[in-house]
């Protein structure tokens, strides 16, 4: 029961962090004159990718910062800090205008080929909020059973963006404009309470952990 809960709200941090709703016009825009196929595989691919790349944080994240010399705890707070900055342009729509830049530019440069890639996996999926909020989850689910449940966490994160790419039409009619702001500032809004307790934790573990020299 206690691993399930964990799932539930490590998903739920995960799946605020990337905004699935927030993926729908972007991916209608950079697959427009796509055919269902095209746009099928291109939805795969980008949670193919975005699943390798989380999973990687996720399982190596913690030994990266080891040897950095970085602790949990000032990790905490720096993608504490992170995730605040986005819930932020979320709230205010900063976010949705850098997203609209990114997708122009995948358009101007390669229509078809590289966008899975660039900008729909990185860094619209796995960008630097979701590594983050990946390497923060992975850093309390310890041990080979925490690293399956990270697994699970990611994949049903990725699942959740896949699904919301393959039903970008009739979400997008549903929705409209309106109904995808008030979501995203929604969600933004618990993002930011995410950040800050993922803040108040890393003080208190600083605080609470003895000073290395």
Known sequence: ???????????????????????VPIFLRLTYGMTGVERRA???TAAIISFFILTAFALAGETILNGLGISIGAFQIAGG???????????????????????????????????????LALPMISGPGAISATILMASKNTGFSGSIVSCIVILGAVLACYGFMMLAHPIDRILGETGRTIVTRLFGV??????????ANGV???FLSPVSS
């Open 42 to 44: 291109t939805a795969i």
């Open 1 to 23: 029961m206690a691993e399930i809960v964990l799932i539930i709200n490590a998903l739920i941090t995960l799946l605020v962090t990337i905004d699935p709703p927030g993926l």
């Open 190 to 199: 618990l993002l930011a309470a995410l950040a800050v307790q993922f803040v």
């Open 81 to 119: 800090i992170l995730l605040f900055v986005i819930a932020f342009e979320m709230i205010f729509e900063k976010r949705s205008e850098r997203k609209e830049q990114s997708a122009q530019i995948a358009i101007t440069k390669d229509h078809i080929r590289n966008i899975a890639a660039f900008p």
């Open 204 to 206: 208190i573990a600083i």
